[in-house]
């Protein structure tokens, strides 16, 4: 197709997005936005299934989860449905030396950074902290606190600038992810106010899945979120998060920007949650079945496999293919949760402090008397 302007597509919202695959499957070219940017993506035929194997796979693993918080195996579960293709296509177009600083919901990023899918389940399952090694990996630990994790993104990022690992492409960037509904924290403002003044290596990624808990859009902001970027005094782009290429070549390029010294940006990724907050959440309490049919229809994996099809990336047996191969990585999956081992009541105390403290000590030693004291009753 065509070069397209920023509101390619029937579906886009007010103000347009940046869309590079349609939810009929058609492949737009490149898109030139209002600030003279251009966004386009160079795949080759295995890559373009590569993108489609990563979001059927993370599917498939966030369905698995959510049965096994069903069956009472999980604490809770924050689900990704709906949202594959912005943490997909964002997770991909980060660098080997990028550093990622996640929510509670980015298992698709996760899984992406190459992390095993077994370490978020310890946190959810209630028997470890979902301690992966941020610093191999390149990926931060999951944070709870809604929107804390943009302000240690930000003084990462600022980090990375005093010790000189900006300005070239070599160099590294920092991305930070959050919600539509994490933009009404304070610590999120703060973080683009330091941001902004420090012109710090960043990438603020909204992944606005329409709602906050249950609280809509309509009633968090008067402006598109992407345009909020502009009073901190750096630039904002809204993007079709259901679009796993836009959403790859956005990101690719902020990231890039921002290694090279240029700067944050933000970018709004327009997508829908499709399922629950969480486990503990009852979505039809707050929106109609039909918003989420008109939701359905704009799938991120739909979409893909549309386009895989016509242009004969992929057939059949292809599909099939992936589709079993989830399966098992799924199947596994659930046999490694389920063989967790529950931890000691007493290793709460291992991990406080690297060397441990005297204080830590004596607590340790009370706790172990005060359940030595049950053994024989009938407690």
Same mark, same amino acid.
């Given at each position: 197709?065509?070069?397209?302007?920023?509101?390619?597509?029937?579906?886009?919202? @007010?103000? #347009?997005?940046?869309?590079?695959? /349609?939810? !009929? =499957?058609?492949?737009?070219?490149?898109?030139?936005? $209002?600030?003279?940017?251009?966004?386009?993506?160079?795949?080759?035929?295995?890559?373009?299934?590569?993108?489609?194997?990563?979001?059927?796979?993370?599917?498939?693993?966030?369905?698995?989860?959510?049965?096994?918080?069903?069956?009472?195996?999980?604490?809770?579960?924050?689900?990704?449905?709906?949202?594959?293709?912005?943490?997909?296509?964002?997770?991909?177009?980060?660098?080997?030396?990028?550093?990622?600083?996640?929510?509670?919901?980015?298992?698709?990023?996760?899984?992406?950074?190459?992390?095993?899918?077994?370490?978020?389940?310890?946190?959810?399952?209630?028997?470890?902290?979902?301690?992966?090694?941020?610093?191999?990996?390149?990926?931060?630990?999951?944070?709870?606190?809604?929107?804390?994790?943009?302000?240690? @993104?930000? #003084?990462?990022?600022?980090?990375? /600038?005093? !010790? =000189?690992?900006?300005?070239?492409?070599?160099?590294? $960037?920092?991305?930070?992810?959050?919600?539509?509904?994490?933009?009404?924290?304070?610590?999120?403002?703060?973080?683009?106010?330091?941001?902004?003044?420090?012109?710090?290596?960043?990438?603020?990624?909204?992944?606005?899945?329409?709602?906050?808990?249950?609280?809509?859009?309509?009633?968090?902001?008067?402006?598109?979120?992407?345009?909020?970027?502009?009073?901190?005094?750096?630039?904002?782009?809204?993007?079709?998060?259901?679009?796993?290429?836009?959403?790859?070549?956005?990101?690719?390029?902020?990231?890039?920007?921002?290694?090279?010294?240029?700067?944050?940006?933000?970018?709004?990724?327009?997508?829908?949650?499709?399922?629950?907050?969480?486990?503990?959440?009852?979505?039809?309490?707050?929106?109609?079945?039909?918003?989420?049919?008109?939701?359905?229809?704009?799938?991120?994996?739909?979409?893909?496999?549309?386009?895989?099809?016509?242009?004969?990336?992929?057939?059949?047996?292809?599909?099939?293919?992936?589709?079993?191969?989830?399966?098992?990585?799924?199947?596994?999956?659930?046999?490694?949760?389920?063989?967790?081992?529950?931890?000691?009541?007493?290793?709460?105390?291992?991990?406080?402090?690297?060397?441990?403290?005297?204080?830590?000590?004596?607590?340790?030693?009370?706790?172990?008397?005060?359940?030595?004291?049950?053994?024989?009753?009938?407690?």
């Amino acid at each position: 197709m065509a070069n397209g302007e920023s509101t390619a597509g029937t579906d886009a919202p @007010a103000g #347009g997005f940046v869309q590079l695959l /349609t939810p !009929d =499957g058609e492949r737009i070219d490149s898109v030139t936005t $209002a600030d003279g940017t251009t966004y386009s993506v160079d795949f080759t035929d295995d890559e373009y299934r590569e993108l489609y194997r990563d979001l059927v796979t993370v599917r498939r693993l966030d369905a698995e989860a959510t049965a096994l918080q069903r069956q009472g195996e999980l604490g809770i579960w924050a689900s990704l449905l709906g949202q594959e293709a912005a943490q997909v296509g964002s997770g991909r177009a980060m660098r080997p030396q990028d550093m990622a600083f996640p929510t509670y919901r980015e298992h698709g990023v996760l899984y992406t950074r190459g992390i095993d899918p077994i370490m978020p389940f310890g946190l959810f399952r209630g028997v470890d902290q979902g301690g992966w090694d941020a610093n191999e990996h390149r990926f931060n630990g999951y944070t709870i606190v809604i929107g804390s994790q943009t302000l240690h @993104a930000t #003084g990462y990022a600022m980090g990375v /600038t005093m !010790d =000189g690992k900006t300005g070239s492409p070599d160099g590294e $960037a920092v991305i930070a992810y959050f919600g539509d509904g994490a933009t009404s924290q304070g610590e999120v403002n703060e973080a683009f106010v330091w941001a902004g003044v420090f012109h710090a290596p960043m990438v603020f990624f909204c992944q606005n899945n329409q709602y906050a808990i249950s609280e809509p859009l309509e009633r968090q902001t008067r402006i598109p979120l992407y345009r909020r970027a502009a009073g901190y005094g750096f630039p904002g782009v809204r993007i079709d998060g259901n679009d796993v290429l836009a959403s790859f070549a956005v990101t690719r390029a902020a990231l890039d920007n921002a290694r090279n010294g240029q700067g944050p940006t933000l970018i709004e990724a327009y997508t829908y949650r499709m399922g629950a907050h969480t486990s503990s959440d009852d979505p039809t309490r707050y929106r109609i079945a039909s918003e989420v049919e008109s939701w359905k229809a704009k799938d991120p994996i739909s979409r893909l496999r549309a386009f895989l099809a016509k242009q004969q990336l992929g057939d059949d047996s292809f599909f099939d293919e992936v589709d079993e191969s989830a399966k098992t990585l799924a199947l596994s999956l659930r046999e490694r949760v389920l063989s967790m081992p529950d931890p000691q009541p007493i290793s709460m105390f291992d991990n406080v402090y690297p060397h441990g403290s005297p204080e830590l000590d004596l607590q340790r030693s009370q706790f172990a008397d005060y359940h030595a004291s049950f053994e024989g009753s009938d407690h």
